[in-house]
């Protein structure tokens, strides 16, 4: 089983971009989701999550007021609109299922970490340029 992040791609300061999480061998409305990036010499954190019901959601402070995720439970897919990017968005993107909190209950008390992630697949790249 595998999650496949994909859409990324190169974006001028401004402008959007849409990432899709899908599965094989899995049916995410099970799960929370959750995204990550990484920047080169960073630390993966934690973007954005969406609960199994997708009634809860979760925003890192830098992307509040401009990433949007959703998910699509009949194509099995779990979706990251990023709006207004910065070149400091550059990284790489990865979904995972969160093991730990289906329901998204403790997202805004403890933030996402890698650790209570699963299922990496291979992330996809997002360059913004200014």
């Known amino acids: 089983v595998q999650l496949q992040a994909s859409g990324g791609g190169l974006a001028q300061a401004g402008g959007s971009l849409r990432l899709s999480c899908a599965a094989s061998?899995?049916?995410?409305?099970?799960?929370?989701i959750g995204w990550f990036r990484q920047a080169p010499g960073e630390e993966r954190e934690g973007v954005s999550c969406?609960?199994?019901?997708?009634?809860?959601?979760y925003y890192a402070d830098s992307v509040k007021g401009r990433f949007t995720i959703s998910r699509d439970n009949a194509k099995n897919t779990v979706y990251l609109q990023m709006n207004s990017l910065k070149p400091e968005d550059t990284a790489v993107y990865y979904c995972?299922?969160?093991?730990?909190?289906?329901?998204?209950?403790?997202?805004?008390?403890?933030?996402?970490?890698?650790?209570?992630?699963?299922?990496w697949g291979q992330g996809t790249q997002v360059t913004v340029s200014s």
């Open positions: 995972a299922v969160d093991w730990r909190d289906p329901y998204g209950r403790t997202w805004n008390v403890f933030p996402p970490v890698p650790a209570d992630f699963g299922y």
């Open positions: 061998g899995l049916t995410l409305d099970n799960y929370a």
């Open positions: 969406i609960s199994s019901s997708g009634v809860s959601t």
